[in-house]
């Protein structure tokens, strides 16, 4: 069982070094509505996110691009392991961007396209992410998409 500080440590050396794109590449090729991305388009880093920006913008990971999906997931990881037990929408929607296997066909290959950048770290870090988070109100749904990452 990986804890929740393991899981955060694991994160930040996993996405340390990950540039953020510029606002032009965080909107999904598929996608062509950029109003859930509005909101990260005044974010630096992803580690300045406050609660309530990651709250706001809880929606935002659908819409972005393999580039920008990479850069943010960890704000929205970390809010999941700092709050795991939180009813904000938040917690599940990033559990569930991790799980194609929730999708028809045509999203699932939509959503694993925004997986395409992680490297093997990432990939780690993104499994310590949900194997701490099977201890959760949401385990159900975190073992269900580890069998996407494992």
């Known amino acids: 069982m990986v804890t929740k500080d393991e899981a955060l440590a694991r994160l930040e050396a996993a996405f340390l070094a990950v540039e953020r794109p510029d606002n032009d590449d965080l909107l999904h090729p598929d996608s062509f509505d950029d109003m859930d991305l509005r909101e990260l388009y005044e974010i630096d880093s992803w580690r300045d996110m406050s609660d309530e920006d990651i709250i706001n913008s809880y929606a935002a990971p659908s819409f972005l691009s393999a580039a920008g999906f990479r850069y943010f997931l960890p704000a929205y990881m970390r809010f999941s392991l700092n709050n795991p037990d939180s009813p904000e929408a938040v ?12 999708y028809s066909e045509q999203l699932a290959v939509y ?29 159900d749904d975190a073992l269900r998409a580890l069998r996407e990452w494992t």
């Open 91 to 102: 917690v599940s929607a990033t559990i569930w961007g991790l799980d194609p296997s929730l």
């Open 111 to 139: 959503s694993r396209s925004k997986f395409e950048l992680f490297d093997e770290t990432q990939r780690g870090a993104i499994v310590a992410f949900l194997e701490a988070m099977t201890d959760s109100s949401y385990g």
